[in-house]
């Protein structure tokens, strides 16, 4: 029920001298209590004059403020929703992606294959002309196998005892007319070494002390082909060094036998 008025009716008795709560005290203390609460009282309503338009305005600014976080509650659930949403066409969009650059990656490696296998066969392409004329020549081969076997395993089984001028007559001269004549189709001019020993192993011969010309590597062939013992007449003892040599991890053993010359 204070008023500003009421205030204002007050304010003299406020500015009296000995309007103050000491002096109450020496007349009365209820005086004393009374003369303070209405002092209070008129600075209560000052103070609440200014306060209930605040109080107001906070009532009012807590409705709004409680209409705002309806609304952000809804947009929170239509954010979360849409969320949702995105996060699923995310997860869509990464795995095409993902096939994608799958796709990119094989098509790329299949583009290198073709490439490769371009080159491949322009660089195979030259070669046509010369598989074709080996393969005709495997053919041919094929036919006079049977002739440069008969010519190997006469020279193995025949040839060991004699020089080079007598293996020759017997291979062209006698052997090779006799095949002509029984129509036995065989290799002109076979080279009797390529055909029954490979380079690496003659290399292995020479580095193991066996001379490099023919008739010391058709003797190589003769000893280490022959189903028999070879005999070996050896004036030079390259032979001999060759073999020493050549069967030392086999522990070969030599026995030295002396002859009292006649």
Known sequence: TINEETVELLQPYFNME?????????????????????????????VNKEVLPLKANLAKQEGYLKTANAE??????????????????????DAAMKEKM?????????R?????????????????VRWTQQSKEFKAQIKRLVGDVLLCTGFLSYC????????????????????RAQKIPFTENLNLI??????????EWNLQGLPGDDLSIQNGIIVTKATRYPLLVDPQTQGKSWIK?????????????????V
């Open 18 to 46: 000995d309007y103050t709560l000491e002096s109450a005290k020496k007349v009365c203390g209820n005086v004393a209590g009374l003369l303070s609460w209405t002092q209070a009282m008129a600075i209560f309503y000052g």
């Open 112 to 128: 290198r294959k073709m490439q490769a296998a371009s080159m491949l066969i322009d660089g195979l392409s030259g070669e046509k």
């Open 102 to 110: 799958d796709l990119l990656n094989d098509a790329e490696t299949c």
């Open 160 to 179: 060991g005892p004699f020089n080079q001028t007598f293996r020759n007559l017997l291979l062209k001269d006698l052997w090779e007319s006799e095949m």
């Open 194 to 203: 390529s055909m029954l020993v490979d380079p690496p192993t003659i290399s």
């Open 72 to 93: 952000l509650a809804k947009a929170q659930e239509l954010l979360d929703e849409k969320q949702a949403e995105l996060d699923k066409v995310q997860a869509k969009f």
């Open 245 to 261: 040599k050549k069967e030392q991890d086999n522990e070969l053993q030599v026995n030295s036998v002396l002859r009292n010359s």
